[in-house]
């Protein structure tokens, strides 16, 4: 394999201050094959493909294509080597079309002076890139704000096509997506593969790894710990690769018992989102909800939470029927809801980890409208050490912590007041290994104390992994509610994908996940 | 039983300080010595007083502005309610007893306050958009209410605020220095104090946490018309006139005063302490360009590079 390499890269090493982010890092791949890059959050991952696009440079280290040995200067010298990277966070530009942002830089001219914009010419361009891709269905001149988030990542991830690239980097391209649309992607990757280029994949996702890649490389604290052909490796030694930790220490066992009633929903309705959900959830239990983008789980929660109030339909707790729908009487009730996006409408990140612990619980620390400093820091270092969050001052700012303590942050705030129904949006989204195990047992440590969690997720895994009993939504729709022990993986796609009567959308569904643990 | 290591640091003060606030003190002392050694006449009690004097007006207007920067937003009409407060607290005098046009100008400032933050709160409106408008319509009424100066009827009213002295030290700095010790621990111990800084971290975050946005966010902006309200009476008493024309240009001074104190436009950060020797820095380089005679516009222009050097020190890197 390492003679037909075109990408090297060859002991890189990064150190910022004293930490080393990457430590000698070997990696080669050849045109034409799919590597995929695995690892925790902070194993390096970001940081190597951050060198290779030109973000940021190498201390030591040297990069060769082809048989030239490369500088990588900038992400624009990158570029113009044939290495394109599509990352996280997008870099498009909202009020502009979708023509306009994919040829950002090299709209087609008219006239000697280059100055005057051939629009005609642009929107043939953009539309046949789009095509080329197989997504002909999205008109070019849309406005990118119109767009949903997986709509956005296919715009971007035209935008690093255009120009034909030699080395595409993808960083986490599933975490927007939904199954079908993943599909198309992978169907993508694999024309892309057939055209000889050199894909590399970053993914949290170990299912798709498996499905997409010809080789994986593990990273762990920035070095390298191995590189493996995809059908040489299963998915339990893969993970223990990446953390020292095998599945089943993932979710560990619970043995509460279940209670009472907590949480009651009748014919629960938002005009547009869901209609007439019926569900009960008990003390002491999770409660998995599972669905594809768009199905309404995340409207459900906001819902239920008074954060968008639901237009007919009751909520009880305790029996006792919830007569405002706003965020304030919901947390008076004992209901909290933890956001998918946590930067977006989770986090104070201009705040510290005391401002944002307290948030929900200000009425508590105060008589009246003046705050008791001792018993805020009191109540805040409790739960801090309970969650046992590492950086453990309470007047560091959250900017500054990880994924996984600043869920934890959030986590604190909801434990301090006094929650009863717990609602969990993609609680482990962007969150690593590690810090994943550690919320799923504070998720346990919680249940056994009798909070009702609802655990809202699309991972399937984590679903099956985690929950008493699963709820399925299909469009709006409460279509499957299975206890844990007659609950498969195909029968909760199935119901998902609203295919027991048509076959086709199955195989969409299913063509984006490999069947977890049976590896 | 484990022994726990404490959660909270002890922090002395001094650690807390940043380098962009070192390099602020140490400008603000050389500035200070070079003045006094060069200039016989700056370290002078008179001249403190007088200094401490002129920046009374920007300094209550800094405290509402720092309280709506906080919370995310800013008020343009705040040099305009100090006209309008200024010259009804004046005027209506004749008409009623002192105590009773203060208060009937101080409410008018809360009343204006509370119709930015209805727009901005309620109706989701851009504040910079919000303040504009009602810049237009508050300066309008001013006129409406008195074309011409206005000046008081009731001798107390000069001697008591803007003109009052306890000795040879002037009334209203000292007053000034009171709110600002009641904004700081507004911002820092009280309940809508901490929620309106988080206002301006995340909105959503914070309503998703149950606490009433709007409300917050209205009170923020009655707080601001009432400090420029205050800011009008007690200017309109130390000169002994009120103008219908006062005030034009006040807004800048004050959002300056809170971004060269560490406010970021973008809300969230910022603070009183900050805030007032952003006011104090003003005022000493207005006074400073007026002892070596500088011409007023050579002033703008220096005034207007050092607050681009003071927000470039304070640049995150």
Known sequence: MNAAAFLRMEGITKKYGGTTALKNVSLSAGLGEVHAIVGENGAGKSTLMNILSGAIEPDLGSISLGATTVTIRSPHHANSLGIRAVHQEFSLVPQLTIAENILMGKLPTRGKRHIVIDWPKAYEKARGILAELGFAGIDERTRVFRLSVSQQQVVEIAKALAEKPSVLILDEPSAVLSKEELSLLFALIRRLKAEKTLILYISHRLEEVFEIADRITVLRDGEVIDTVMCDSIDQNDLIRMMVGRSFEEIYPKRTTKIGKEVLTIHNLSREGEFSDIDFSLHRGEVLGMFGLVGSGRTAIARSIFGADPPTSGSIEVDGKVLRLHTPHNAVNTGISLVTEDRKRDGLVLTGTICDNVSLASYPRMSNGIFLNRKLQEKLVEEKIRALALKPQKIKAFVKTLSGGNQQKVILAKWLLCNTKVLILDEPTRGVDIGAKVEIYHLINVLVESGVGVLLISSEMPEVLGMSDRILVMCEGRLVGDISRDKASEERILQLAAGVSREADGLNIALSGITMEGKA | ?317
Not at chain 2, 8 to 23: H, L, Y
Not at chain 2, 188 to 198: D, H, Y
Request: one cysteine or more; proline letters at 3%.
């Open chain 2, 1 to 317: 039983m484990k022994t726990t290591t404490p959660l909270i640091e002890k922090t002395r003060w001094m650690f807390k300080i940043r380098s962009s606030d070192i390099i602020f003190i140490v400008t603000f002392a050389i500035l200070f010595l070079v003045s006094s050694l060069l200039l016989d006449t700056f370290f002078t009690a008179r001249n403190l007083f007088n200094i401490s004097r002129q920046i009374v007006t920007n300094g209550f207007i800094s405290i509402g502005m720092l309280i709506v920067i906080l919370a995310g937003g800013v008020d343009l009409s705040v040099g305009c309610t100090v006209a309008l407060c200024g010259i009804m607290a004046t005027g209506l005098q004749k008409m009623m007893p002192t105590p009773f046009a203060i208060l009937v100008a101080l409410a008018v400032g809360l009343f204006i306050g509370f119709i930015n933050g209805f727009f901005i709160a309620q109706l989701k409106l851009q504040p910079f958009i919000v303040t504009l408008a009602s810049m237009g319509v508050i300066r309008g009424a001013t006129y409406v209410f008195s074309e011409v100066p206005q000046s008081p009827v009731d001798p107390l009213f000069r001697s008591l605020l803007g003109g009052g002295f306890i000795g040879a030290v002037p009334v209203a700095p000292l007053i000034m220095i009171v709110f600002y010790f009641l904004a700081w621990f507004f911002l820092n111990r009280t309940i809508p104090g901490r929620a309106i800084t988080a206002i301006g971290g995340n909105k959503e975050a914070v309503r998703l946490a149950g606490i009433n946005v709007k409300g917050h966010l209205i009170l923020a902006y009655m707080l601001c018309g009432f400090f420029a309200s205050a800011a009008g009476i007690i200017l309109a008493s130390r000169l002994g006139i009120a103008q219908p024309s006062v005030g034009a240009g006040f807004e800048l001074d004050a959002i300056a005063a809170v971004v060269i104190g560490g406010g970021v436009m973008t809300g969230g950060s910022g603070g009183a302490v900050g805030t007032f020797f952003g006011v104090l820095a003003l005022g000493f380089i207005d006074n400073l360009l007026n002892q070596f005679n500088v011409q007023s516009y050579y002033q703008q222009i220096v005034k207007g590079i050092i607050i681009l050097v003071a927000v470039v020190s304070r640049r995150k890197s």
